[in-house]
């Protein structure tokens, strides 16, 4: 690892800012030779280092503060980074702060290409759990449903209707590294709706409309459980689509729904564990 230290001046810190405030890329910024611009993210923190090395995701830049090491892990994961990154440097704790858009700010930044998946790279199995994000505009909801999604041990994520940025530095960061390890295609609805029926998906609606409880549903087989707007709910034509059903989660207090995260992870979890046999309802 040789890392050079670099100023506030800095082009690659002016990149580093930009991604970090979900702003266009200064034209003035050379993007590396063979990076596409447009998958750039951004993470702050040594969390995601041996995830992005394990799934080989290219890095094109490692930034990281020597004062700011505080573990035998960290310095670990900061030498490993350090060398797999394509290029590594070190940058001062004001660097630091002027980068985040946070109090307390880390002294790891890491700049990564996000894979860019088509339906064409999912890979069919008999019993499969995906979720649907229709619509969504919280990058912090689509980053925990996501991580939900890898929790349960779904298969892989579509978006659809998209109005949020996959490589939105609040997705990254709520997702913990789902959004880079877990396959999520981003996909126009015709499209979609087509090859979920070619292929033979139960399409789950959550769907405050509905009236069967999401614990009486057959998940076995392939299932696409599709989480709508936070405000709007689903599309409506999703509920004319063949193999749609409709489900609702029990309210027993005063409120109408959940979150739109809580109730993708509770029907998640529901369809994934009664595939892999861990779930059983009488």
Aim: proline share 5%.
């Amino acid at each position: 690892m040789n890392p050079v230290c670099i100023g506030i001046s800095a082009p690659e810190v002016k990149l580093a800012k930009a991604l970090h405030s979900n702003k266009k890329i200064p034209s003035e910024i050379e993007i590396p030779k063979g990076v596409k611009a447009d998958r750039l993210f951004i993470c702050e923190g040594i969390w995601a280092a041996q995830k992005l090395i394990e799934k080989n995701i290219p890095v094109p830049y490692f930034f990281y503060c020597p004062e700011m090491i505080r573990s035998d892990r960290e310095r670990t994961d900061v030498e490993s980074l350090g060398r797999y990154a394509a290029k590594t440097f070190t940058i001062s704790q004001k660097i630091c702060s002027k980068i985040s858009d946070r109090d307390g700010a880390d002294g790891f930044f890491i700049i990564a290409e996000l894979p860019r998946y088509t339906l064409d790279d999912i890979k069919l199995k008999d019993n499969m759990t995906a979720i649907i994000l229709d619509g969504q505009e919280q990058p912090g909801n689509v980053g925990a449903i996501v991580r939900s999604l890898d929790g349960a041990g779904g298969d892989f994520a579509v978006m659809t209707n998209q109005r949020v940025k996959m490589t939105h530095s609040r997705l990254i960061r709520s997702s913990l590294g789902a959004a880079f390890t877990m396959p999520v295609a981003e996909v126009d609805m015709d499209t979609l709706a087509k090859w979920l029926h070619e292929n033979d998906f139960k399409i789950v609606l959550t769907d405050l409309t509905a009236t069967q409880n999401y614990c009486d549903v057959d998940y076995n087989g392939r299932v696409a459980i599709v989480a709508g707007n936070e405000f709007n709910g689903i599309s409506a034509d999703w509920r004319l689509m063949p193999n749609a059903i409709p489900i609702i989660i029990p309210m027993l207090g005063s409120c109408e729904s959940l979150n739109v995260g809580f109730a993708s992870t509770l029907v998640a979890y529901e369809c994934s564990l009664t595939q892999k046999g861990l779930l059983k309802r009488n």
